[in-house]
């Protein structure tokens, strides 16, 4: 192989690895501020910020004496506080708090009354359930709400002949009256009913006049998404591919190209795809995939990994902030229970414990989502940091779940666990997550 064909896998795995340092570093960088400013705000000294670890590239000490400081390996971060013997603020350093006056100890994590170090602690996952709400909110408000009556917005391109223009209000279909874009399980079933052919009457309201058009059938096997580490994206698709074939047989709706996969049993599948006026011959196997049913259960089944869409853009209009964050909040939830829904199946056997990725398969992720536009990349970062709040809320020692824990004995018993139970039990946490580290890169070198 030339040196020139290895240019471009080395810029996909630079491109990659910015996109994961740059996501991990908001995360943690927020996750640790929560500790430290709500640690400030309670009378616990902060000795040092890091954002990253390793040999120091940057620092400077602020009017408080706080060291801030950019580390060489940018894989995670850690406050230290005053009177810590470790940044993990697990145990405390004995000489140091013997020599300290009371006021100095106070100041400590150790000497700090107990509600200020549980509330120090649990601010780092709040900060990062925090961050996910603003992210979301944002992008709440920038995508706006489909408009009422459903409008044509920006029109994708297609490679069926389609005579709708922008600003079109789509009054029926096929006779039948749109429903609204909001009523989901209206609309759902609006489309089910719906002639399953090529080419649709469509009633609209243009310049004040109504008048039938034809277009495509409105839910083409359009990829409005390509799914990160999905048979899609390693078969190279991209967001506007139309699928137009599969095994040569020409197919023009999106449920004709699920049915198809669903019943591939994991065969390889030549697909016959329309990129920008060209057509493109690609193969790809479908994977399983565990899916969430609505009962709370999961369900098996073959998957290539994209998304669809309707062949147009719909209008939208402007979301309120209160409305945003509402829906913010929503989402936010939906993501910590599915993830938990779904790590309680993997430990009880009912889904494969390949849906657990490791630090290659979020740097995958990371990397993908970022090539798909700033919003997808911004989205991955709020789910991401959902993920890092829940997974240290886990009553493991060395995570703050774990200190939580510790806080909770000493509520219960007027004194916390003895120095040598504390390092005993930091020691098993530690063992344990590495463990878990471990188990994760495992799953993304050997799971398919």
């Not at 709400?145 to 096929?174: A, F, K, N, W, Y």
């Not at 096997?221 to 991209?238: D, H």
């Amino acid at each position: 192989m030339e040196i020139t064909q290895l240019i471009p896998q080395f810029g996909g795995v630079i491109w990659t690895l910015l996109a994961f340092v740059i996501a991990l570093s908001v995360i943690v960088a927020i996750h640790e501020y929560g500790h430290y400013i709500v640690g400030r705000w309670s009378g616990i000294h902060a000795d040092v910020f890091s954002l990253g670890f390793g040999p120091v590239l940057l620092s400077r000490v602020d009017k408080r004496g706080t060291r801030w400081q950019i580390a060489a390996l940018p894989f995670g971060g850690y406050v230290k506080f005053k009177g810590d013997d470790t940044a993990a603020s697990g145990t405390a350093d004995t000489a140091a708090l013997e020599a300290m006056t009371e006021d100095e100890r106070r100041q400590t994590m150790t000497g700090a009354p107990l509600w200020a170090r549980a509330a120090t602690v649990a601010a780092g996952p709040v900060f990062n359930f925090v961050l996910t709400i603003v992210l979301f909110t944002g992008i709440f408000m920038m995508q706006g709400q489909v408009s009422e009556p459903l409008t044509v917005g920006e029109l994708r391109p297609m490679p069926s002949v389609q005579e709708l223009q922008e600003g079109d209000v789509l009054l029926e279909i096929e006779g039948m009256q749109t429903p609204s874009f909001d009523d989901a399980e209206g609309f759902d079933s609006f489309l089910k009913n719906l002639p399953l052919q090529n080419s649709l009457t469509y009633t609209v309201e243009r310049d004040g006049s109504r008048q039938e058009v034809n277009g495509p059938y409105v839910y083409p096997p359009l990829v409005s998404q390509v799914v990160p580490r999905s048979a899609a994206n390693e078969a190279g698709m991209e967001q506007g591919d139309v699928i137009m074939a599969i095994d040569g047989v020409p197919i023009f709706a999106f449920d004709q190209l699920k049915q198809r996969v669903e019943s591939s049993d994991g065969a390889t599948l030549g697909l016959e795809v329309w990129r920008n006026g060209e057509i493109l011959d690609l193969a790809l196997t479908p994977k399983r995939t565990d899916e969430p049913l609505p009962d709370g259960g999961y369900h098996t089944v073959f998957r290539i990994g994209i998304v669809g869409g309707i062949f147009f853009e719909p209008a939208t209009e402007t979301v309120g902030p209160i409305d945003a964050v509402k829906g913010a909040v929503s989402r936010t939830y939906s993501i910590a229970a599915g993830s938990l829904s779904g790590l309680w199946h993997m430990i009880a056997g009912n889904i494969s414990s390949c849906n657990l990725s490791g630090p290659i398969g979020i740097a995958e992720t990371s990397g993908a989502m970022a090539s798909q536009g700033g919003q997808s990349f911004l989205t991955f970062i709020a789910v991401l940091s959902t993920a890092v709040g829940l997974l240290n809320l886990f009553p493991v020692p060395v995570l703050d779940g774990g200190h939580l824990v510790f806080f909770a004995y000493e509520a219960v018993t007027g004194k916390p666990p003895s120095e040598r139970a504390l390092r005993a039990l930091m020691s098993a946490g530690l063992v344990l997550i590495l463990g878990m580290m471990v188990f994760a890169l495992t799953n993304d070198i050997f799971c398919p």
